[in-house]
């Protein structure tokens, strides 16, 4: 059994910064990638950010120079640095992890979603 647990979300002015944190636990062997996902009212749910557990990252076009992906490969946790946030950067943020577990089956876990709103 894997569990995945978000925090780090909430309200605040445009310009600002917030830091989200995703930590998986349980059955875990090896983490293969981490990523954050967010889904604005009414919108499809889309790729913000991805970490291959080389480091290699991956940014969409509109967080780009602004957010920043990491990981702890020791502690099985990531972060999501966000600063300069805009209006349009709030949604619900969604942690996602591509693991193998310690039964040897490879799955896609979620987090529970935590909201990100940008307002003044």
């Known amino acids: 059994q894997v569990q995945l647990m978000e925090s780090g979300g909430g309200l605040v002015q445009p310009g600002g910064s917030l830091r989200l944190s995703c930590a998986a636990s349980?059955?875990?062997?090896?983490?293969?990638?981490m990523g954050w996902y967010r889904q604005a009212p009414g919108a499809q749910r889309i790729l913000v950010a991805v970490?291959?557990?080389?480091?290699?990252?991956n940014y969409a076009d509109s967080v780009k120079g602004r957010f920043t992906i990491s990981r702890d490969n020791a502690k099985n946790t990531g972060s999501l640095q966000m600063n300069s946030l805009k209006p349009e950067d709030t949604a619900v943020y969604y942690c996602?992890?591509?693991?193998?577990?310690?039964?040897?089956?490879?799955?896609?876990?979620w987090g529970q979603g935590t909201q990100v709103t940008v307002s003044s």
């Open positions: 996602n992890v591509d693991l193998l577990a310690t039964n040897r089956v490879r799955s896609d876990y």
């Open positions: 349980g059955s875990i062997s090896v983490i293969y990638r």
């Open positions: 970490i291959s557990n080389s480091g290699t990252t």
